[in-house]
């Protein structure tokens, strides 16, 4: 904990906000696998005894493929032991395997996110998300579903790099400078991407369509970018200043 304390100290990140420990998988998961693998081989050692080459046979498969499957998942708690999410005031620090410390910071991390719904046979089944953070010196740190609560933690990261890189984006912006996100850029008049550029006043309405933004354009949906919205860097922030962009333009309130 000392480390983490120190990292925290070191790169300025504030008052602790939450922690979010690694998923691990469960103790009686792991002892019905043991069980069964332990099972199968003295099924196997009995048919050995007794010549029943079908029991061999049976108790080998058991042993086997539940034995791999209960090492398998040891080994993962093993690795997965200690990791954690940690959220500060101004970042987080993520500590990974073997202890490995990362540290982010909300104002100049660049986020890529993916979350995606899972049906089967048209039944929602599960979400499941991955983000990309990227810190000034292009490092990358991925995190995934292993930690618990994702669908909480993640938003939390996307509304804190918004509310931390907002404010300096729209500076710049109403002080005439052009912002990029991926190959989507924008400016106080227009958004362009692909070789298409709109003014924000012809712009009605911004939305995520098929995974892409769209623009609806005096009545018409424009698709904006062929990229899929998980390639667009710190997303939220993009469509904060691009709304606001367009209210501006349009006169609404």
Known sequence: MEAINEAARRERLGGHRATYP????????????GAVAAVGAVLALIGLATGNIALVILGLIFAVIFGFQFGRLALLNRQKEGQQLLFFDE???????????????????????????????GAYVRTSYSYRLIDATGQTLGLAGGFHRPEEWGQAI???????????AVTAILGGESLSFGDISLNRETVWASGKSVPWTRVQEIKVKDGRVSLRVEGKWLALTTTMVRSIPNFFVFYALAERLRLSATGAR
């Open 91 to 121: 970042g987080l620090v993520c500590v990974g395997v073997g202890g490995q410390i990362f540290v982010r910071r909300w104002d100049s991390t660049t986020v890529y996110q993916n979350t995606v719904r899972h049906y089967r046979n």
């Open 158 to 168: 996307q509304q804190a790099v918004t509310d931390a890189q907002l404010p300096r």
């Open 22 to 33: 690694a998923v691990l998988v469960s103790s009686t998961r792991l002892r019905v696998g």
